[in-house]
């Protein structure tokens, strides 16, 4: 039997694979900005940051680039 989420009717089977769909927790770390980012250093495009978390564990590909901590997918 296949488990649903009530609040959005969504089967479990059918989430992102970094998403625990055992304890519905992220499977990124989510670390605070003050830890990802602690000098202020500018975030967004071309910075080497990702614009959400601040985060400089970024990943990138030729069509995409995204971060290792929040999870955030942005296209190049």
Request: charged share 30%.
């Amino acid at each position: 039997m296949r488990q649903t989420d009530e609040s959005t009717d969504m089967d479990r089977s059918d989430l992102l694979p970094f998403f625990d769909a055992l304890t519905d927790r992220s499977k990124y770390p989510n670390k605070p900005r003050s830890e990802t980012n602690p000098n202020g250093e500018p975030t967004g495009p071309y910075t080497g940051r990702c614009k959400r978390c601040g985060s400089n564990d970024l990943w990138d590909d030729c069509t995409a680039y995204g971060c290792n901590n929040c999870g955030a997918v942005y296209s190049n």
